[in-house]
């Protein structure tokens, strides 16, 4: 069965009497050379286990399983399960976990399912869980590397640099991290319904922490603080959302050479942890 040929894919929607969900951000593949690419660039191969998020109804499931020795897909909507059974039935190393990602203890589970593999994310995820889901594989903290297929503006953001329009908290926080890439876009046409977005790929490869962060969670509550009031000056925005009195704020970005007037969208991470240690008081 060719899972992203159209005609193939509404014959097996309608056998299992299946309608799409707005609320859960459906839209299937059918162009066999989307999925073909996205197991490519995640890395899937021997001795990989493959964390996949929202399999649909398996296009991407059946391509990982076909490169490595393990594939375990967290599905939410239960309609699509004997769907997956279908599909995925002649693939005895894809495992369909029922389940929601932002409710998994991920780790645990990739403790379970991967012994003595290593693991990696691969995914077309659901528009509307899309930062969520990224947020929480990367804080799970076991993947070699984190490929999904998300809108494009988001895949921007995630991949922005300072002084850009896409630069972000959200940005600083995937970077802080990871290192992003961005792969490829994909057109709303390849999929079922067409979406009113294009989609990007990227790949996200866990790095060091920063140096000069000795206090992760002050340092994002600068950088939150900053981003907070994107139109106002840095001081502004901090001064808004940290609680400290204005001379205090305006003291610790004079000590890091920033220019009053300053955005934050200007800084790259490691002026924020340069930031984050005046604020308190170690410069």
Partial sequence: MNLCDINQIKALLGRHGFRFSKSMGQNFLIADWVPQDIATASGAGPGVGVLEVGPGIGPLTR????????????????????????????????????????KTDIPALIGEKFQGMRAVACANLPYNITTPAITALIEAGCFSSITVMIQREVAKRVCAEPGTADYGAF?????????????????????????????AVVRLVPRPAPEGVDDPDHFFRVVKG??????????NSLS???????EEIARAIEACGLPADIRGERLSIPQFAQLSRALRGLL
């Fill in 63 to 102: 391509e990982l399983a076909g490169r490595t020795d393990r594939v375990v897909s967290v599905e939410l909507d239960r309609s699509l399960l004997p769907i997956l059974a279908e599909t995925l039935r002649d693939c005895p190393n894809a495992e369909v976990v029922s389940g929601d990602i932002l």
């Fill in 171 to 199: 940005s600083v926080f995937c970077q802080y991290y990871t290192t992003p890439e961005y792969l490829f876009e994909v057109p709303p046409e390849c999929f079922l319904p067409a979406p009113k977005v294009t989609s």
């Fill in 226 to 235: 900053a981003f907070a009031l994107r139109r106002k000056t840095l001081l």
């Fill in 240 to 246: 808004a959302n940290l609680g400290r009195p204005k």
